[in-house]
């Protein structure tokens, strides 16, 4: 058996185009890694500044005086105030979604799909028609329905519910941001629920199990991991949110935006940078200031999404083994 | 015999009272779950019917093309900030999609090593990044540097909101093409390029359309990036280097204002951004829905664009 000589493969244009070809796809590639690169490095040198007046001292401090002659900054009311509303969405819009996914998940095509459908156009109204029908239609049901009575209840024992309602305050902008996050977290949770594999929930009904059995002996405990990392991606848009938020806070500065109770306002980074930034002065340290609360708020977003995302995908890849076994 | 009767109707009994009240927890589970699904329509329907019933009485002829009056007079309108979030879309476009699609191609063409995987994740990461961290960095490497607000530092930052969506979308939409067709390609002798882009992307194109057209509709609605590069103005477009204007940035104004006429110009505005931005996500979901072909809600929407025309 003779062997059949291939001619040495061609040279020239075909190699240079596909090589052009290949770096610039890589280049494109490469591109998210040196954005993330010049990002970090920027921020850090510009908000050079304020590290090297404060120290550590500007994550503790809780004074925001933007005074000339008197400046004095501190970035932990904001901190605290973006914890307390992005913890409080958690808590309201987490159970919503998880029931919305187990709806869909479990519901028949013809009526899953469109309900499914409705709920993600939510994740398609803009930030900003949210803050404006937040300050003008749901803020005056809101006072009148849920905050005037609770604080009536409570108010006087619970310092939770004491201070005026006033709809500008800690729980409005917690709500509406909760209406914002329900969209990612019930379609990741959904995903999610559907990688359970089919025969586990066979063999729960063939247990006897209803649905709700089914679930809780089923899906709950395959599903665990997936569930927590689509709360925790829920999280990071509660976190990174500005504008609803900054419509609704009420806008507090300094130790007075340190949330004592849920009817007072308060301030998250987002919305103070989206406050102040066009005000502030590149000359004082107003500006490196500001950087710094975005160089804070980009870093507890890093560690919040890159958590989220090994939890979501660690419980994909077990799926994919599922199918495959 | 007797005993076991006994027993028997004792075990039925205890059987009965357990099925029942399992199937009332579970009765009351799946109504919960229900309300759940109607708790977050609520908002859905409450927000359109309030932006289209607040916003109709502000749309006029003179609102959607002319330039906003004095502050509180209610006169005037929202033209330049329709113009500008066109302009503002557009640039970001061209600026974003090329990037995002070289950026899919590359992960789904040369993705199985460890640049990729890494440049994966930080995509994903990248995507949840705070929109208003990426206007500061926008802010930084443009605006401080020219020393004045700028349409470019606006376009730059919403194209880093983009391009991660879209080489995300592209990627997954390349990954469908059955590796036979490349097969094919080179069995023919063909360059990788021209493989990727006459056969791979002609197969996979509807799916990239629908990630572009996603990106666009979000970034559309983008208001914090826009704050600290384009600033916001009252003037029609004149060059890339004064502030301009944008439609969520106009909401955001006309809401802080005291003024009931303010708010009325607000709704308005949310009306139209909300069509534009609704527009699109629906169109392309349309599009989508009748490629499939089913669903209740692909054959509403078709009745409604054969209506139309």
């Known amino acids: ?325 | 015999m007797s005993t076991t009767q006994e027993r028997r109707q004792e075990y039925r009994a205890l059987f009965k009272q357990n099925v029942s009240k399992r199937l009332v927890v579970d009765k009351a589970v799946r109504i919960i779950v229900f309300a759940c699904v109607i708790v977050a329509i609520i908002p859905l329907g409450s927000i359109l019917v309030e932006v289209f019933k607040n916003g109709a009485a502000a749309i006029s002829y003179e609102f959607l093309t002319e330039v906003p009056g004095s502050i509180g007079s209610g006169e005037g309108g929202i033209g330049p900030a329709i113009q500008g979030t066109l302009i503002i879309i557009g640039l970001s476009s061209l600026i974003g999609v090329p990037i995002g699609v070289m950026s899919g191609i590359y992960l789904s063409e040369y993705g199985d090593n460890k640049l990729a995987k890494s440049i994966r994740f930080f995509n994903d990461v990248f995507m949840e990044f705070p929109s208003i961290v990426l206007g500061i960095f926008a802010f930084l490497m443009i605006v401080l540097i020219l020393g004045h607000f700028s349409v470019w530092a606006g376009a730059f930052a919403l194209s880093l909101i983009m391009f991660p969506i879209v080489a995300r979308t592209t990627e997954e939409s390349l990954k469908m093409v059955p590796v036979t067709y490349r097969e094919a390609g080179t069995a023919l002798g063909l360059k990788k390029w021209v493989i990727t882009f006459r056969i791979v992307i002609s197969a996979a194109k509807s799916g990239m359309i629908t990630g572009i057209l996603l990106s666009v509709s979000r970034i559309g609605g983008e208001t914090a990036p826009l704050i600290m590069t384009i600033l916001g103005s009252s003037q029609f477009f004149s060059s890339m280097d004064v502030p301009m204007d944008a439609l969520p940035l106009r909401i955001w104004r006309l809401s802080l204002l005291p003024y009931d006429s303010a708010q009325l110009q607000g709704w308005g505005s949310a009306m139209v951004l909300i069509i534009i931005i609704l527009g699109i996500n629906l169109g392309v979901r349309y599009y989508f829905a009748s490629k499939k072909g089913n669903g209740i809600l692909g054959q509403f929407i078709k009745k409604g664009a054969s209506n139309k025309k």
């Open chain 1, 1 to 325: 058996m003779g062997k059949v000589k291939l001619p040495p493969p061609k040279t020239g244009s075909r190699l240079i185009s596909d090589k052009i070809f290949k770096i610039g796809a890589t280049a494109a590639g490469v591109y998210v890694l040196v954005m993330i690169v010049f990002l970090a490095f920027q921020l850090v040198s510009e908000s050079y500044p304020i590290w090297e007046e404060n120290g550590l001292s500007f994550i503790t401090k809780t004074e925001w005086n933007a005074v000339e002659g008197r400046e004095d900054f501190g970035v932990l009311p904001y901190i605290f105030g973006t914890l307390v509303t992005s913890a409080l969405a958690m808590a309201i819009g987490v159970p919503l979604s998880i029931g919305i996914a187990m709806f869909i998940s479990d519901a028949p095509a013809k009526i899953g799909g469109p309900l499914g459908f409705l709920v993600e156009l939510l994740a398609a109204v803009p930030s900003v028609i949210y803050g404006l029908w937040g300050l003008f239609v749901f803020r005056v049901y809101f006072v009148d329905w849920i905050e005037k009575p609770l604080h009536n209840a409570f108010g006087d024992n619970i310092w939770l519910f004491s201070g005026t309602p006033f709809g500008l305050d800690i729980l409005t902008a917690s709500v509406i941001l909760a209406i914002m996050i329900i969209p990612t977290v019930s379609a990741v949770s959904r995903e999610v629920m559907r990688a359970v594999p089919q025969q586990q929930k066979e063999a729960a009904y063939m247990l006897g199990a209803t649905k709700w059995e089914m679930f809780k002996l089923a899906v709950f405990p395959y599903s665990k991991t997936g569930l927590i990392g689509a709360s925790i991606l829920g999280l990071g848009r509660a976190v990174g949110e500005t504008m609803a938020v900054t419509m609704l806070i009420g806008n507090a500065t300094g130790i007075s935006a340190i949330p004592s109770s849920l009817f007072k306002p308060s301030q998250t980074m987002s919305s103070i940078i989206a406050n102040e930034f066009v005000e502030a002065s590149p000359a004082s340290l107003h500006l490196p200031a500001l950087i710094g609360v975005a160089l804070v708020l980009l870093l507890i977003a890093i560690a919040i999404n890159v958590v989220a995302h090994i939890l979501v995908t660690r419980m994909l890849k077990v799926k994919e083994g599922a199918i495959n076994n």
